[in-house]
T-cell receptor, first 115, second 110 residues
Framework: GAVVSQHPSWVICKSGTSVKIECRSL??????MFWYRQFPKQSLMLMAT?????????EQGVEKDKFLINHASLTLSTLTVTSAHPEDSSFYIC???????????FGPGTRLLVL | RKEVEQDPGPFNVPEGATVAFNCTYS??????FFWYRQDCRKEPKLLMS???SGNEDGRFTAQLNRASQYISLLIRDSKLSDSATYLC???????????FGKGTTLSVSS
């Protein structure tokens, strides 16, 4: 089946550091990738929708200047958390969609802890 | 904001028990419905899609009532390995993001 990878799987960093998370579709081309965030005991919340070659669409309340998304190719999207703070500590998960109507495939997630 | 509501549980049941989870969604125009399973500190994984006619996959049965905007999941003959959080998920249109409920936690004990 389709595989989506994320790297790194976990990050511990100091406050003020920028952290880049990669999401790759390994055996299919993903026209759309979604970035979600999950806080403890909460649901996955959509942060942004990323289409290859165009600007990401951010959900209300998500700062686009803080969470930079780049979808430069059909197999790679990156999320950069700029100047991370402890409140950004969360589980970040991407999903990739091959074409409209297909199943979304989730990456294994990246656990971010900002000290 | 459009939402998906679930009873968070936890549901603590013995092996072999039958357990049912319920979910309601707020957007009557939603088109696709799913149950996902999420294990601790892992990504969610698709358990099954939910169809209006109801569908079954082994010990799992899912039902959808569009009029009531209600989705259910029934697990029969619970196994220890069924212990996880079950996420009710709705999709407004094909190709758009998934909308997740908070999940219902199931713990099956021997």
């Amino acid at each position: 089946g389709a595989v989506v990878s994320q790297h790194p799987s976990w990050v511990i960093c100091k406050s003020g550091t920028s952290v880049k998370i990669e999401c790759r579709s390994l055996d299919f081309q993903a026209t759309t990738m979604f970035w979600y965030r999950q806080f403890p005991k909460q649901s996955l919340m959509l942060m942004a929708t990323s289409n290859e070659g165009s600007k990401a669409t951010y959900e209300q309340g998500v700062e686009k200047d803080k969470f930079l998304i780049n979808h430069a190719s059909l197999t790679l999207s990156t999320l950069t958390v700029t100047s991370a703070h402890p409140e950004d500590s969360s589980f970040y998960i991407c999903s990739a969609l091959g074409s409209v109507g297909e199943t979304q495939y989730f990456g294994p997630g990246t656990r971010l802890l900002v000290l | 904001r459009k939402e998906v509501e679930q009873d968070p549980g936890p549901f603590n049941v013995p092996e072999g028990a039958t357990v049912a989870f319920n979910c309601t969604y707020s957007n009557s125009a939603s088109q696709s419905f799913f149950w996902y399973r999420q294990d601790c500190r892992k990504e969610p994984k698709l358990l099954m899609s939910v169809y209006s006619s109801g569908n079954e996959d082994g010990r799992f049965t899912a039902q959808l009532n569009r009029a009531s905007q209600y989705i259910s999941l029934l697990i029969r003959d619970s196994k220890l390995s069924d212990s996880a959080t079950y996420l009710c998920v709705v999709q407004d249109q094909a190709g758009t993001a998934l909308i997740f409920g908070k999940g219902t936690t199931l713990s099956v004990s021997s």
